[in-house]
C-alpha cells in the first residue's frame, strides 16, 4: 500500500511516499531556513507563502524519484495539527484536492503520533514501546501501549526543549535554527564548565525549561562583563555556555526516561522530534544502553528527525482506523 504524504505544519515543505508504513519510497523537503533566518525565528505568512509556493513540485520530484504515476497511488495524508493554520492549510489542501482528483482515501494525521511513527521508518519497531518526544513545540514522555492505545505520562509545562534550545541560540548569537546551531558550538566547550538548574516539578515526569533559559542568560550577561575586550575569552565563554546548557537539557532527559523506563517495566525505549538529532543526546542514551542488557533503543534516521513527510506517511498507514484500503474503515478520516 502505497501513501502519498505532504507535512507543512511549520516552515519546511514536505513529501514523501511511503509502502506499508514502514519503506520509503521517496521523500523530498524544502527547508525555509534561509527564508526566516534574519528574523531569528519561523514568521507564519512568509513560510505559508513559500508552502504554497514549493509543494507542487515536491508532490512532482517525490512521484519522479519513485518512479511512480499519481495513479499509483493508495492514499493521501496530510499533517492536519498542530502547527501553523494557514501553513497546515496548503498541505491539507493539497492532499484533499488529490484525493478528490484521484477518487482515493485521504488521512489526516496528527504532527505529534507521525514523530512517534517516524520510528516505524526502515526498522521492525513495534508496541509495546515507551517515546520520549522532543521536537520544537513539544516534549512528552508517551507510552504507546498499542496503535490505538496512547498515553502521555508527562509533558513539558512551558517552553519545549526546542524552544529553549532557540532562545539560547538568541542569547549567544549563534545562529538559526537553535537547536543545531547550540549543539555545533557546545561541541567547542567545556560540559561542566557552568553549574545550571534542573528543575523540580511536581509531578515526577513534567519537565520545565523557562528557569533553565532565564539561567542561561543570567549566566551570559555576567560573563560577557566579565569577558568584556577579550574576544578569545568571548568565543571560549560561547562554547562552555552552550556545552554546560546542552548537559543540563539531556541530563534532564535522561533521568526522567530512565526512571519511567525503570518504573514501568518497558523494555524499548524510541527517541523522536526533531531535538532527536540532538548528538549529546543520542549519545547518552546509546552509551546508557549499552550497559543494559534487554533493553532495545530506536532513533530515527537522521533525515526523519525533523519535520518530514515520510513519518506521516507511516503515522497515516498504522492508523488502527485506516490500516486497510480495501474497506470504508479506511475512508473515516480521523486522527489519532
Known amino acids: 500500500m502505497r501513501i502519498l504524504a505532504l507535512e507543512t505544519s511549520c516552515d519546511d515543505t514536505a513529501c514523501a511516499i511511503v509502502e506499508d508504513g514502514r519503506r520509503v519510497l521517496a521523500s523530498v523537503v524544502k527547508s525555509q531556513d534561509s527564508v526566516h533566518a534574519p528574523f531569528g525565528g519561523v514568521i507564519p505568512e512568509l513560510a ?21 504515476e499519481l495513479s499509483e497511488i493508495d492514499a493521501f495524508a496530510a499533517t492536519l495539527g498542530p502547527g501553523l493554520v494557514g501553513s497546515l492549510l496548503v498541505g491539507a489542501g493539497t492532499a484533499k484536492a488529490l484525493s478528490f482528483l484521484t477518487g482515493r482515501p485521504f488521512i489526516g494525521v496528527n504532527h505529534l503520533t ?3 511513527c517516524s520510528n516505524f521508518l526502515e526498522s521492525d519497531l513495534e508496541p ?58 557546545a561541541q567547542q566547550g567545556d560540559p561542566n564548565a557552568y553549574s545550571l538548574p534542573i528543575a523540580v516539578t511536581k509531578h515526577p515526569y513534567d519537565f520545565s525549561f523557562s528557569g533553565l533559559k532565564t539561567a542561561v542568560m543570567r549566566l551570559i550577561e555576567r560573563e560577557t562583563v566579565a ?33 519511567l523506563m525503570q518504573e514501568s517495566g518497558f523494555q524499548t525505549l524510541s527517541i523522536a522530534g526533531g531535538v532527536s538529532a540532538n548528538t549529546a543526546l543520542r549519545a547518552v542514551f546509546q552509551e546508557w544502553i549499552t550497559r543494559c542488557p534487554g533493553i532495545r533503543l530506536f532513533v530515527p534516521h537522521l533525515g526523519y528527525c525533523t519535520d518530514n513527510a515520510a513519518m506521516v506517511g507511516s503515522s497515516a498507514f498504522f492508523n488502527p482506523l485506516t490500516h486497510d484500503a480495501k474497506t470504508e474503515v479506511f475512508s473515516r478520516k480521523l486522527v489519532i
Open 114 to 116: 507521525a514523530h512517534i
Open 48 to 68: 505559508a507563502r513559500n508552502h504554497i509556493q514549493w509543494v507542487n513540485p515536491c508532490v512532482a520530484e517525490a512521484l519522479a524519484s519513485a518512479k511512480l
Open 227 to 259: 569577558c568584556a575586550g577579550d574576544p578569545s575569552a568571548l568565543a571560549l565563554m560561547r562554547g562552555n555556555v552552550a556545552a554546560s546548557f546542552q548537559a543540563t537539557v539531556v541530563r534532564t532527559l535522561f533521568l526522567k526516561t530512565q526512571r
Open 128 to 185: 509495546p514501546f515507551l517515546c520520549l518526544l522532543v521536537s520544537g513545540g513539544h516534549t512528552q514522555l508517551v507510552k504507546v501501549n498499542a496503535l490505538d492505545d496512547i498515553e502521555i505520562v508527562g509533558q513539558t509545562l512551558d517552553d519545549a526543549v526546542g524552544e529553549a534550545y532557540d532562545k539560547v541560540a538568541r542569547l549567544l548569537d549563534a545562529g538559526f535554527p537553535g537547536g543545531p546551531a547550540v549543539d555545533k558550538l
